[in-house]
């Protein structure tokens, strides 16, 4: 009889859960069998993982082996219990000493060669088992930078099951793995995006739109189509201030979780931008699936959610984002746990006035029923979570053989990061970052208006006819206004500018 017993980690969601990889060989017709609840992917690693110690030159013992991922009650998928299952069998057949192999926590996957691979999810792995008090772990080579981003995390990579067995038996001497964070960060703030001042003319649109990036609001730009809203859309980037460290470890997680970080990426430094197709399902959108997995709105998380052609969505699909928008996470149910991932984004939507799209201009050739179908797309309540409305009129000529030289992002993103840096100030130790997160009672504290600016506000209030959301939604909008002139007090001009916003023009 022999037992090993080894660490892995099993991800639901952001959140790990350590699994004990219990490896029992005992006499008996030759087999290997895995339980506690594996998917297909698991149970799969027997042949990988027979043929990864073989072809290492190692024995693999032809008696019953019985490996149990404990709590056997939660779902393991994935390849990235190999690696704990190989060095299990040879701990248990006693070719690595157990002392040193219980030290680690181990995640990758094996090739038959007896390679080990790259898996998705390492960041947040390692992150969440540190939490739990481990220190020590074995990932693949092709994970170490992700991985040693962890505070406290004593990361070992291998890139073979051989060299792995050789440094357990002490034959050979692996130094941890370790990156300079601050480094790292700030070496991937080089890239080109699209610039500002590319865009001729737009200006009340520009100046909107640099009002949402100072504060992360939600904006939706109509127009007919070649006016300019996906152009103006995709140079918002360009104009938002980086991202601090803690928030790129924040969006790494989800990037690694997703599978979309590379060994060359380890950090993502830019604020996401994301733009599916009108196509996209709900489950796409938000997140889900039999096991569930990070949808656009959270790869979206502290960048920009861009939905160009917004009444082409299904309605499924854009009824879901009502939640995410309003409490920046997705909550997905299963029967076995409950899910969430963060989805603090900035959501950015571009429409037609009807399905021709020349309604603004006059030129329509919709029937009114046509309208009125195309228009009921977009409810109430989905609307009522936009904090700016902003017609995209078609661009003169004068504007575009205007030779004049126009704002370039650099100058537009150095007023939105000192707007952003009062806010941060304010904000400190709250845990939001701008002031579209604020909550009902922040509002109250942060939002003091003068007598003038309360009188003009109680005026719209009942003409605009607006809900208890949209009052706190000016004043967000406000906030940010007088955030961006340097202003303690929001004024009558700020609260002018963002009722301005706020009528919802053609929709």
Known sequence: MALAVLKSIALYGLQGY???????????????????????????????????????????????????????????????????????????????????????????????????????????????????????????VANAREAALVEGAEVYSVAELGELVAFLRGEVELTPFQVDREALFKAGEGDELPDWAEVKGQLYAKRALEVAAAGGHNVLLLGSPGTGKTMLARRVPGILPPLSLEEALEVTEIYSLAGLLSPRISLVTRRPFRAPHHTASAVALVGGGRYPRPGEVSLAHHGVLFLDEFPEFSKEALEALRQPLEDGVVTVARAQAVVRFPARFMLLAAANPCPCGFLLEGKCTCSPQQIQRYRSRLSGPLLDRFDIFVEVPRVEFEDL?????????????????????????????????????????????????????????????????????????VLRVARTIADLEGSETISTDHVAEALQYREEKGV
């Open 18 to 140: 350590l699994v004990q990889v219990e490896v029992d060989i005992s006499p008996g017709l030759p087999a290997f069998e895995i339980v506690g609840l594996p998917d297909t992917a698991v149970r799969e690693a027997r042949e990988r993982v027979r043929a990864a110690i073989r072809n290492s030159g190692f024995d693999f013992p032809a008696r019953r082996i019985t490996a149990n991922l404990a709590p056997a009650d939660l779902r393991k998928e994935g390849p990235s219990y190999d690696l704990a299952l190989a060095v299990g069998i040879l701990a248990a057949t006693e070719q690595v000493p157990v002392k040193n192999a219980r030290r680690f926590v181990y995640l990758g996957e094996l090739s038959l060669e007896g390679k080990v691979r790259g898996v998705w999810g390492v960041l947040p792995s390692v992150a969440q088992a540190t939490r739990q008090g481990e220190r020590a772990f074995i990932v693949p």
């Open 401 to 473: 053989a205007c030779s004049q030289i126009q704002e370039s992002s650099a100058v537009v993103r150095e007023r939105v990061k000192r707007a952003r840096a009062r806010q941060q100030e304010r904000f400190k130790k709250t845990g939001i970052f701008c002031n579209a997160a604020m909550t009902s009672a922040q509002v109250r504290r942060f939002c003091e208006l003068t007598r003038e600016a309360k009188q003009l506000l109680a005026t719209a209030f009942k003409r605009l006819n607006l809900s208890a959301r949209g009052y706190d939604r």
